[in-house]
């Protein structure tokens, strides 16, 4: 698949051609289609996940992003698809499942919260992410606490959603994960309301802020350190 435009050429000005490849015109909504269809394909075998829901270039590049930047901190991202499904022997459904969703769908999927913008459904395996995840307006809404100092001003919404999410099905693939991180930190509420929010967001803070360690959340990061090893 040939991504680069200037190689097609348009001589009716409704179809896009590709002689080099000796392909058939198409017409453009054809061939975005095609590309798109490419692009997801990549980044599914890229990780091996499984892309479904109406992901457009941008998302699948954030997505492609945001994968990218958890792959890094654990080895590799079947890494953390082991750390999900490694001890569900019995689990026929080993695919983890990244699903776009349009905002009032995923608020029903992610069961009807007015804030529920992402969700990680365990039945399924499924990483639900709302459109609205990916707006300039939720980009600036979640840029990362103050408590990072260095990273605070950058914007890195989507990649913390995605990676919050990812840490809530690590969470659940991992027994007594949440009772080992209440034991092996000082304040396991640090990051959230509850212990396994913290968790999902101390997860998704090491990842987007390359692994860097808190002054004051050593030992939340420490574990998440310890758990990527
Ligand atoms: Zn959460």
């Known amino acids: 698949m040939n991504n680069n435009p200037l190689n097609y050429t348009d001589p009716s000005g ?4 590709n002689y080099e490849k000796g392909q058939s015109c198409v017409t453009e909504n054809t061939f975005q ?10 980044v599914e075998s890229k990780y091996s996940i499984n892309i479904s829901g109406s992901w457009d270039q941008d998302e699948l590049d954030q997505l492609d992003n945001a994968l990218l930047k958890a792959g890094d901190s654990a080895g590799g991202f079947n890494n ?12 026929d459904n080993q695919e983890l499942t990244f699903i776009n969703a349009l905002g009032p769908q995923a608020r029903n999927m992610c069961g009807g919260g007015k804030s529920a913008n992402a969700c990680w459904l365990e039945k399924s395996n499924s990483i639900v992410i709302g459109d609205e995840v990916f707006t300039p307006a939720y980009q600036n809404k979640m840029r990362r606490p103050k408590e990072i ?28 994960l949440l009772i080992s991180y209440n ?9 959230g309301g509850s212990s396994r929010e913290s968790f999902a967001n101390a997860f998704a803070f090491y990842i987007v802020s390359d692994n860097a ?3 004051g959340y050593q030992d939340q990061f420490n574990f998440i350190s310890k758990l990527l090893k």
């Open 183 to 191: 034991l092996s930190v000082d304040n396991n509420k640090a990051f």
């Open 33 to 42: 289609k095609t590309e798109l269809n490419h692009k997801k394909h990549t």
């Open 14 to 17: 409704h179809k896009l051609c």
């Open 213 to 215: 360690s808190y002054p």
């Open 80 to 91: 953390i698809i082991n750390l999900i499904f490694g001890g569900n022997n019995d689990d």
């Open 149 to 176: 100092g260095l990273y605070a001003n950058l914007p890195l919404g989507i990649q913390t959603t995605i990676n919050h999410e990812i840490g809530h099905a690590v969470e659940s693939g991992i027994p007594f």
